[in-house]
């Protein structure tokens, strides 16, 4: 007799990850931040623009609320039913940012008016800025805007009535997106980014990438800037890059956080040479770019073996199909986890921006 039973998910992959993936590490971030429900009143009604306009205790009440969403703790079931969010990705590459903010949407209830397919058109400016925002303004309660370029942006932004998120105005910024690596690093070491930091156990960061001209990578910037006591120093992991821009490393500076480059630390070392003194001391590696040709087989894997055994790499997309295959299935991976708690921060911010 044949077997016509269907076939079943397989819950429990062989797949590795960072510990942080653990669902269950959310209950550190509500243990970690006293409760202050009133803080997130300043968000009501408010467009969510840069990681400048949020102060530490703002974002710890951001955590905790992502948090009860990770863990189906919101006190209703469908709190965005029957309203409406605009998206409106503007620039044409695929971005899997645009899944998450409609996967955030769509799980407190909300309907989602979609403009993708329309990009092009609006983008040969058959339609002026001041109708898409009218059209938002008249048929959502809110907005996601990511454009190609700032001027854009900001040239539509005061065209709207309803809140607006920013999912990348140019090259300047992406706050939601430093706001789920927040919520990575709460969930992973949730000490560092409570009101009263231990003084040991600051992390060193690398960088590689271009913060210069990187939005996720300035807004992480931003964000550390926020919580200067859980940074040791910043390092930017990268030869090829144009550098960390000037105000870059002078806000860094002010907040207290050391900022070091490659050219400053090991002028004359080889890559593997600066792989075997600096990765050992690495506990975060946040991977926006690296250019494919450095990235060889033998390297990563040797690489892998140098970093601490509880360091992890995030990243908003890992550089190479080489790079991913040995790093998808590794306890280095905590991206995994960051892409998923996108989903829970983005919620969050729906909540308090319309609540």
């Excluded at 409406?84 to 989602?112: H, N, Q, T, Y």
């Excluded at 008016?113 to 040969?124: G, K, T």
């Excluded at 690596?181 to 560092?192: I, N, Q």
């Excluded at 144009?242 to 480059?261: F, H, K, S």
Aim: net charge negative.
């Amino acid at each position: 007799m044949t077997d016509t039973t269907p076939a079943s998910p397989v819950a429990d992959t062989k797949r590795r990850e960072h510990p942080v993936a653990d669902p269950d590490r959310s209950r550190l971030v509500l243990d970690a931040f006293p409760d202050d429900p009133s803080l997130l009143a300043r968000l009501r009604g408010q467009h969510v623009l840069s990681m400048r306009d949020y102060d530490a205790p703002l974002l710890r009440q951001l955590m905790r609320l992502a948090a009860r969403c990770e863990r189906k703790e919101l006190p209703a079931d469908q709190p965005m039913r029957c309203r409406i969010l605009s998206s409106l990705f503007m620039d044409e590459p695929a971005c899997s940012g645009r899944l998450s903010f409609k996967s955030a949407w769509l799980r407190l209830g909300g309907s989602v008016l979609d403009a993708e397919n329309y990009a092009r058109q609006i983008l040969s400016q058959r339609y002026t800025p001041e109708e898409v925002a009218e059209l938002c303004n008249n048929y959502s309660d809110i907005a996601v805007l990511r454009t190609e370029d700032s001027e854009s942006f900001h040239d539509m932004l005061p065209r709207f009535r309803v809140p607006v998120i920013n999912a990348g105005d140019g090259a300047v910024e992406h706050p939601s997106h430093a706001m789920a690596d927040l919520y990575t690093l709460c969930k992973w070491r949730p000490e560092l980014f409570s009101e009263q930091p231990p003084e040991q156990g600051r992390l060193t960061v690398a960088l590689l990438g271009d913060p210069s001209r990187t939005r996720t990578l300035r807004s992480f910037l931003r964000l550390l800037c926020q919580f200067p006591q859980a940074v040791e120093r910043v390092i930017l992991y990268s030869r090829v890059a144009q550098g960390i821009a000037p105000e870059q490393r002078d806000e860094l500076g002010q907040a207290g956080i050391r900022v070091d480059t490659l050219a400053e630390l090991y002028p004359l070392a080889t890559d593997m040479e600066i792989a075997r003194e600096l990765i050992p001391t690495l506990d975060l590696i946040y991977v926006h770019y690296v250019q494919p040709a450095q990235v060889r087989r033998l390297q990563i894997v040797e690489s892998m073996a140098l970093h601490k055994p509880d360091a992890m790499i995030l990243s908003p997309q890992v550089p190479t199909a080489e790079a991913a295959h040995l790093l998808n299935d590794s306890p280095l991976n905590g991206y995994f986890a960051q892409a998923r708690g996108a989903v829970y921060v983005r919620m969050a911010l729906f909540s308090a921006i319309l609540g």
